[in-house]
């Protein structure tokens, strides 16, 4: 009888990781609490070591007919308007990083996991309880049709930053700090092309930093500021148009959408106890500066994917799993973390004078010199686990 693999969460991670297992052949039950997939404006950038992967699932074309690949980073610097364009050309998918809006890339992968006829789907379903026996796990469910039990041979937590399997099932800690700020995503329809500028872009500055990235062809841009988190969220329309007013070109937009959240850097003190193991913010989250945060997720996936094959397949022990824990909670703690609050200290907290001024020479220099652009973007190559 085929192994069955519960994954708790539908979003992009969950599905990415219930799909790579169905495809070999595990039955996979994903159940999701809410009625839908998340379309909020939240994830948006892939890095290009991730591409391959995708390619090797069979989902890269898709990915590309929805969204686009860019080769080139820009940094704007708010106070002069100094534009400095990072490119990279190499040939092949190296460089390219894939624009994508995470709820079309849930969409993308729902329709590849609905296809597969060892997968079944409970969306309105919440997890209640798991207890884990010498061979497997039993899940305690409530849906639409009251509640049930789905006995499985492994559990994933795939159910974000707020992890139900995290918190309650397996009672971990979620060690870390919250950044003291707000970050207010937008949807904003706005002819930034039509000032060149790249396709992605960090504005420096203490008032207007900004992650700046092209979603949509043609005109429709994420445009992501920090505010007060004290401040309520009454108003908040009204103070996107005030913070817009100083921080983009003076252009005719519209804003589509919003989303407010706070920022974290947090670590869950495991990512397996026996039969269950976590994935993607579950087990870790970051602030989002420089697009580390889902990438982080989907190498996750593809190491989860990878380790659960092996066991399941191919007779491979369970160390391998905990080789899986071992070497993600690394990657986030040594590589990702620390590069995703550089980030975002250089973006926003910046002080006027010599330090700032230190690092807009910084930029330059790396856009004089291939092999520095080369060594600048290729970073994300080190959130990958190999076994």
């Known amino acids: ?7 708790v969460g539908a979003g992009p991670i969950g599905l990415l990781t219930a799909f790579g297992l169905a495809k070999e052949g595990t039955r996979v039950t994903i159940i999701e609490a809410e009625e839908q997939f998340n379309d909020k404006p939240r994830a948006l950038v892939y890095h290009y070591p991730v591409l391959p992967h995708l390619d090797r699932l069979g989902l890269l074309q898709d990915c590309e007919a929805e969204g686009f690949l860019r080769q080139t980073f820009g940094w704007r610097i708010h106070s002069t308007g100094e534009l400095i364009e990072w490119k990279w050309t190499p040939e092949g998918m190296g460089g390219n990083a894939l624009h994508l809006h995470q709820g079309l890339l849930s969409k993308i992968i729902a329709r590849h996991v609905s296809a597969q006829p060892n997968v079944e789907i409970l969306l309105r379903t919440k997890l209640t309880g798991c207890c884990q026996t010498a061979g497997g796990v039993i899940a305690e469910v409530e849906g639409p049709n009251g509640s049930a039990v789905l006995e499985g041979d492994y559990l994933i937590g795939a159910d974000g930053a707020n992890s139900t399997v ?3 099932v397996l009672g971990l800690q979620f060690l870390g700090t919250t950044w003291p700020e707000r970050y207010v995503a937008t949807n904003t329809r706005i002819n930034l092309s039509a000032l060149n500028y790249p396709e992605s872009v960090m504005q420096l500055d203490q008032k207007h930093g900004s992650i700046i990235c ?54 869950a003190d495991r990512m397996r106890v026996g039969r269950i193991l ?44 905990e080789f899986y824990e071992r070497d993600r909670r690394r990657v986030f703690a040594e590589v990702t973390s620390p590069r995703a609050s550089f980030n975002l200290r250089n973006l926003y907290h910046l002080k006027e004078g010599q330090e700032k001024e230190d690092r807009i020479a910084f930029l330059r220099a790396v856009a004089a010199d291939p092999r520095l652009v080369k060594r600048e973007m290729s970073f994300t190559t080190q959130m990958e686990t190999h076994f």
């Open 214 to 267: 092209k979603i949509e062809q043609p005109d429709v841009w994420r445009v992501t500021f920090v505010e007060d988190p004290e401040l309520p969220f009454e108003g908040l329309e009204e103070r996107i148009h005030t913070m817009f007013a100083d921080h983009l070109p003076d252009l005719p937009y519209e804003v589509l959408a919003y989303s407010p959240y706070r920022m974290h850097q947090r670590i």
């Open 1 to 7: 009888m085929a192994q069955h693999v519960i994954v």
């Open 278 to 321: 976590l994935v993607g913010d579950a087990g870790h989250i970051t602030n989002p500066t420089g697009g580390l945060g889902l990438t982080g997720g989907m190498f996750d996936a593809f190491a989860l994917i990878g380790a659960l094959n092996r066991v399941i397949h191919d007779g491979a022990g369970e160390e391998i799993l």
């Open 166 to 168: 995290r918190q309650n």
